[in-house]
């Protein structure tokens, strides 16, 4: 019989492979299960990762991959997990195919998913003509035109910062309304607020040229920037029992400092359980994850 596994990682992308890195620097007996759909998967190339600036996400990963498999002590396997069970030293694992795996310790390192507006051109462009870190992809379209496109209240923050990289038109779609010291600052900045809603995306996919409004207008766009609206990719921590925290995008799995859930023996990590988002961040939860999951294999808790 196979010896069980001490910590399973779901979720093979920035912030699990980040997590295993550190137990199997540590001779920890680690799964990593990843069904490869990560959330960067839109985006042709990563920006700002210290090191890797400009390299894909997928070769990131399998770069990272391959490092991680020289352990000894780490085995990756393609898959999706469907159901989780059990508490602090016995977890199990159900996959996609009926199989099972257990471990002492679990990490939830399963991302979101975004939630795009309904407007016809946006899901197509997604990761190139439409855009959502402007530290993550407004180098590439700076200078350019440049619109926002709001999808909740923190959208005129966004506005507020796309201007140091082009010129900028924000778009309200009739959702939020600029306060007077806002409205001020977006003066101040050269924003030109647009509150008749966007109807539709056009340009050759999956690039932008402009945007058509609901009365017919058509305003020049090079490049769309929105924040979208984020959900869990799965429900597998509701299956644990962690507690849910509404973040200002979505739903967030609570942790503390080492990243332990509600649930012991239980640690998230990256987009899943972070209000901020973006490859560095997740990166570094990994680590902390997986530091705090050495930690418990140890102290017990």
């Known amino acids: 019989m196979q010896?069980?596994?001490?910590?399973?990682i779901v979720g093979g992308s920035f912030a699990g492979l980040s997590a295993a890195m550190q137990l199997?620097?540590?001779?920890?007996?680690?799964?990593?299960?990843?069904?490869?759909?990560?959330?960067?998967?839109?985006?042709?190339?990563?920006?700002?990762?210290?090191?890797?600036?400009?390299?894909?996400?997928?070769e990131i990963v399998a770069t990272a991959t391959a490092q991680l498999l020289k352990y000894p002590t780490v085995t990756v396997i393609e898959a999706e997990v469907r159901k989780v069970s059990g508490a602090l030293g016995c977890f199990r694992v159900a996959l996609a195919d009926g199989a099972q795996r257990e471990a002492s310790r679990l990490i939830l390192a399963t991302g979101v998913r975004d939630v795009l507006p309904p407007i016809p051109g946006i899901e197509s462009r997604w990761g190139v003509g439409v855009l959502h870190c402007p530290y993550c992809h407004g180098f590439e379209v700076a200078g350019r035109r440049l619109g926002v496109l709001a999808t909740h209240s923190l959208s005129v923050h966004q506005a507020m910062l796309i201007p140091d990289w082009g010129p900028t038109t924000w778009f309200t779609q009739g959702i939020v309304?600029?306060?007077?010291?806002?409205?001020?600052?977006?003066?101040?900045?050269?924003?030109?607020?647009e509150r008749t809603p966007v109807a539709e995306l056009l340009g050759e996919v999956p690039h932008i040229e402009a945007v058509r409004l609901v009365d017919g207008r058509v305003v020049p766009v090079d490049a769309l920037f929105i924040t979208p609206q984020s959900a869990m990719a799965n429900d597998l921590s509701v299956?644990?029992?962690?507690?849910?925290?509404?973040?200002?995008?979505?739903?967030?799995?609570?942790?503390?400092?080492?990243?332990?859930?509600?649930?012991?023996?239980?640690?998230?990590?990256?987009?899943?359980?972070?209000?901020?988002?973006?490859?560095?961040?997740?990166?570094?939860?990994?680590?902390?994850?997986?530091?705090?999951?050495?930690?418990?294999?140890?102290?017990?808790?």
């Open 3 to 8: 010896e069980p596994f001490e910590v399973i």
């Open 24 to 58: 199997a620097r540590a001779r920890r007996r680690v799964l990593m299960i990843d069904a490869r759909l990560p959330r960067n998967r839109f985006a042709p190339h990563s920006h700002g990762f210290f090191g890797l600036d400009g390299v894909s996400p997928s």
């Open 177 to 193: 309304e600029p306060d007077a010291q806002e409205a001020a600052l977006l003066t101040a900045r050269g924003v030109v607020v």
């Open 239 to 301: 299956q644990l029992g962690c507690a849910i925290d509404e973040g200002p995008l979505g739903p967030l799995i609570r942790v503390g400092d080492w990243k332990e859930t509600t649930v012991p023996g239980v640690f998230a990590a990256g987009d899943a359980s972070n209000a901020m988002t973006n490859a560095t961040f997740a990166s570094a939860a990994g680590v902390a994850a997986g530091v705090g999951a050495h930690r418990s294999l140890i102290f017990g808790r």
